[in-house]
């Protein structure tokens, strides 16, 4: 190789590592470019009552233009793009109050879903895509109430070495109110790990990610020729009755 290639190669070489290991925006600020809505009861593509919005370059959950009580109009809002061995990390606030007729475990909670089915597989009525749930909670003012803990609509971790089939698992970080931003990240490398971190602590760690046979959801997908383990897929925002705020929505990809 030429000497004065050889060294053109060394300077842009850390270059090249840097911009890889950039933080590259999924919600850019402005609207619902590269997103895709699904409600309960609605199909595919249809933003009920325009749930999700964007203002003031916040992308919000509101439901200030439903009529009557929540009434189990779960929803959830999806990244056109799956995502496959990758670090993901939200920005987000719980705020005001949750809305009439939400269930009572729903209030200051909401979540991320990570390894998730698509918006068009789900059923009309369904309320949750089958998935990994980061759910996001704030503190109700009494007691501990931790965030980024587990869920799994659909789906089965091992943790600690053992197949974990609970459906809801708590994480070990602080409680944080109502109104105030937390930072929580998910580093996903197929089903080698998956580990959720809130304000760059560790706080949950599990491995090997599947579809849970005895759930119909599931079911359908492994019917339609899906496995059982889980490797990636899409990513959502959800929405459960309590408004919430996100500032940032990024990712970046694993080697």
């Known amino acids: 190789m030429h000497r004065k290639l050889f060294a053109l190669l060394i300077i842009l070489s850390p270059l090249a590592a840097t911009h890889a290991e950039e933080w590259r925006p999924l919600f850019n600020g402005k609207d619902l470019t590269g997103w895709t809505p699904k409600i309960t009861g609605r199909p595919a593509g249809e933003n009920f009552a325009d749930t999700f919005r964007v203002e003031d370059g916040l992308l919000k959950v509101r439901f200030d233009k439903y009529e009557g009580d929540f009434n189990g109009r779960f929803g959830h809002l999806f990244c056109d793009t799956p995502l496959y061995n990758y670090r993901l990390r939200v920005e987000y606030r719980m705020v005001g ?24 597989s789900m059923a009309l009525d369904q309320n949750f895509p089958v998935s990994l749930e980061v759910q996001l909670l704030a503190g109700l003012g009494k007691g501990p109430r931790p965030t980024a803990n587990l869920c799994t609509p659909g789906t089965n971790v091992v943790l600690g070495g053992k197949l974990h ?4 698992t708590s994480s070990k970080s602080e409680t944080y109110p109502v109104g105030q931003w937390v930072a929580v990240e998910v580093e996903a490398r197929g089903d080698e790990y998956v580990r959720h971190l809130v304000n760059g602590e560790l706080v949950l ?14 079911t359908k997908l492994t019917d339609a020729g899906a496995e059982l383990p889980l490797l990636g897929g899409t990513i959502s925002l959800q929405s459960e009755s309590h408004p919430v705020d996100f500032r940032s929505v990024e990712w970046m990809p694993l080697d």
């Open 165 to 168: 089939k609970v459906h809801c």
């Open 97 to 120: 109050q949750q809305m009439s007729g939400g269930p009572g475990w729903a209030r200051a909670n909401s979540g991320v879903m990570i390894y998730g089915q698509s918006p068009e």
């Open 205 to 218: 760690e599990y491995e090997k990610p599947q579809l849970d046979p005895r759930d119909g959801d599931a």
